[in-house]
């Protein structure tokens, strides 16, 4: 039986009827256009109280409301595939996919996630996260459907719907998916691509004669039409078919703005009012049951709609903290010490008043990377490419050939997407791009599919590459001006999401030699090799646990040296192969994966016989992905908090662990 005093997964039970109704998709295909209208209304209402409670991509969500409903009404979810690019809009998809009771674990250890995900439910048939996958991964699923109902008949006629905003189709592999979509072979004409513009100022108008076009386009009648002219252009003499053909396509494209798509070869529709519901269901519809594919819908909407504080806001509230739903006020905690990200910027902005060979590049995330700042300063030296982190690396390397000095700034998970251009085009011809991968490391609730964990491994193997980890902003500091500085070179600063310690910063930082780390603590005189001596080698901002679990280990009688590695490439091997030959044990810990600074570590000690000599323990990231969580508490999961450095330690130098020890 329930506890009935534990609070309901559904406080809003009772408020929306209609909702209430909804368990699943299906139960809206037996709804009125005007049913479904207050269920649009009733499902943004629970949007905004749930996202209230939990956080998170509220504007985009309540852009595609009224998408959402019509999407699940018209189409036989699951079995018709939806996707959505990025997946931070499918608040809504999650409420009518019979998740409205976890809706409010939104983010939250063990909750739902942040995205689609497609163990979460069988509604998310792609896992996102990452933009721009959408339209690819919809051409698969829908030439798999073709193939698959060669044994399997319930495959047939299944439609695959990829709804990908403005922002992401600015990434170069959805034109990589358009272009190849014309020419996959049969069951491409059940992919519909939905582009969600609700970048308003620079969609066409929409209103009653673009909604008749629009009908007109993807009605039965208007394709009849266009058929019988087909037909017609089909029996003239090649070129002239071939002019006609043309002529049809840039006449439409002329009236909608979609000849780019039907160049692509889709057949393009739009645009259209993404929040008309009656109008989008219609459309649907009528796509639903052509077989004229591949289709590009192309809807316009409003980020934030339907909540004024965020239609309001300046970002439409795209990435917001609990808040007050009257209000629309966000619970922001204190503000706490400056930022990692925001260290990074200032010492940018000051250094470039003098250099003016410093620019600054972005993927779209100029206030995520703190590049705003620069970009208010130097307007003609920053650069927001839109999502594309191959073109942002490439440019970037275009300009350092140049003598300019470009600061890449793209966050450690979506510079994965550029790994061939930083190894093809910056390394191997060893041009001095400066890399800033900020939210290095475990990011909290956005999970696993924006961890910064791979960074350290798959840079650190590239010949010529240097890579900085500060253990503290003021490190970041002295990094950052590292970076601007060094010209020998690719060089890269890692650095994590969240804010510093607090430490008083001076107005400059200081050039760091590089490949250099320092001692931060010496361990007993009393100690050494033969003596239980243990050493902790820490990159990054891991320094603060490596120093609580030293002071924990020093009241066991055992004070280790702590040392900070700073570089992860070049590593300082004169400070290694010290701390190799003076302590038993060697500890070496990172905010990264397995394969990154602590393997440089182990080539070099077995490279130089070392590793006979020391019992060398690596922390890393375990082999696993860490779900969302706090940041702290995703460190503790991944085991790598003092308490487990003190258990490493002990267990290195075969002391049996008592509970007290590791307390
Ligand atoms: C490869 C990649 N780069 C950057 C991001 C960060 N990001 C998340 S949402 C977003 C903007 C997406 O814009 P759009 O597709 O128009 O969706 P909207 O938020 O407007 O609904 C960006 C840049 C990402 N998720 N993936
Ligand atoms: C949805 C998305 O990918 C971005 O909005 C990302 O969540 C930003 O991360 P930060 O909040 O760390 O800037
Ligand atoms: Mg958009």
Known sequence: ????????????????????????????????????????????????????????????????????????????????????????????????????????????????????????????????????????????????????????????????????????????????????????????????????????????????????????????????????????????????????????????????????????????????????????????????????????????????????????????YHAVAKFNVITGEQKKGPAGPPSYTSVFARELVRRAQTDHRLTAITAAMPSGTGLDAFAKNYPDRFFDVGIAEQHAVTFAAGMATEGLRPFCAIYSTFLQRAYDQVMHDVVLQNLPVRFAIDRAGLVGADGATHAGSFDIAYLGCLPGMTIMAPSDELELLHMTATAIEFDEGPIALRYPRGNGLGLDLPAEGQVLEIGKGRIIREMGRQFGAETGGIAILSLGPRLGACLKAADMLAAQGLPPTVADARFAKPIDTALLENLARNHAVLITIEEGSEGGFATQVCHHLACTGLLDQVRFRPMTLPDRFIDHNTQDAQYDEAGLSAPHIVATALNALGVRLTEERTA
């Open 1 to 316: 039986m329930a506890d009935q005093n534990a609070p309901s997964p559904i406080p809003t039970l009772g408020r929306f009827p209609a909702l209430d109704r909804v368990r699943v998709p299906a139960d809206l295909r037996n709804l009125s256009v005007e049913q479904l209208k207050q269920l649009a209304d009733e499902l943004r209402a629970e949007t905004v109280d749930a996202v209230s409670t939990t956080g998170g991509h509220l504007g985009a969500s309540l852009g595609v409301v009224e998408l959402t409903v019509a999407l699940h009404a018209v189409f036989d979810t699951p079995d018709d595939r939806v996707i959505w690019d990025v997946g931070h809009q499918a608040y809504p998809h999650k409420i009518l996919t019979g998740r409205r009771d976890r809706i409010r674990t939104l983010r939250q250890p063990g909750g739902l996630s942040g995205f689609t995900r497609r163990a979460e439910s069988p509604y998310d048939p792609f896992g996102a996260a990452h933009s721009s996958t959408s339209i690819s991964a919809g051409l698969g699923m829908a030439v798999a459907h073709h193939l698959r109902a060669e044994d399997d008949p319930s495959y047939r006629e299944r439609n695959v719907i990829a709804v990908i905003g403005d922002g992401s189709i600015s990434a170069g592999m959805a034109y990589e998916a358009m272009n190849n979509a014309a020419v996959a072979g049969p069951g491409a004409e059940r992919l519909i691509v939905i582009l969600n513009d609700n970048e308003m100022s620079i969609a066409p108008p929409v209103g009653a004669m673009s909604n008749y076009l629009s009908r007109l386009m993807s009605s039965r009648k208007f394709m009849e039409l266009r058929e019988l002219a087909g037909k017609f252009v089909k029996k003239l003499p090649a070129p002239m078919e071939r002019t006609a053909r043309k002529a049809d396509e840039y006449a439409r494209g002329m009236i909608t703005g979609g000849t780019l798509f039907e160049e692509l070869g889709f057949y393009y529709v739009g645009p259209v009012d993404g929040h008309d519901l009656p109008q989008l269901v219609n459309i649907l519809r009528n796509l639903r049951d052509t077989d004229k594919g591949p289709i590009l819908l192309h809807v316009i909407t409003e980020k934030g709609h339907g909540y004024r504080p965020a239609e309001n806001a300046g970002d439409k």
